[in-house]
């Protein structure tokens, strides 16, 4: 039973920072490219950033370079998105995705959370 789930969401003002958290359960860890996708409200869900677990290789949209890091902890099986100098574009539902294959496609998504900057 594969699970995806996403905590650290939250309201912050301007400027700010969160750090995104996505515990990964029920298949390897290693070897798999996993994701931060958001949606805002009335907008497309977009991809954020992604990693792949063996390397460490990162990709990131335009609109996150240098301001947001995405990394992994084999230890804990858990993939982290930090968010900095958070601006109010920033403010959507973020979604933890997970692609075991590295197809481009995903197969599992987490349930969501809400960051909020005003």
């Known amino acids: 039973h594969v699970q995806l789930v996403e905590s650290g969401g939250g309201s912050v003002q301007a400027g700010g920072t969160l750090r995104l958290s996505c515990a990964h359960s029920g298949y390897s860890f290693r070897s798999n490219c996993m994701g931060w996708f958001r949606q805002a409200p009335g907008k497309e869900r977009e991809g954020v950033a992604s990693i792949y677990t063996g390397d460490g290789s990162t990709y990131y949209a335009d609109s996150v370079k240098v301001r947001f890091v995405v990394s992994r902890d084999y230890a804990k099986s858990t993939v982290y998105l930090q968010m900095n100098s958070l601006k109010p574009d920033d403010t959507a539902m973020y979604y933890c995705?997970?692609?075991?294959?590295?197809?481009?496609?995903?197969?599992?998504w987490g349930q969501g959370t809400q960051v909020t900057v005003s």
């Open positions: 995705a997970a692609d075991p294959m590295c197809s481009g496609h995903v197969s599992y």
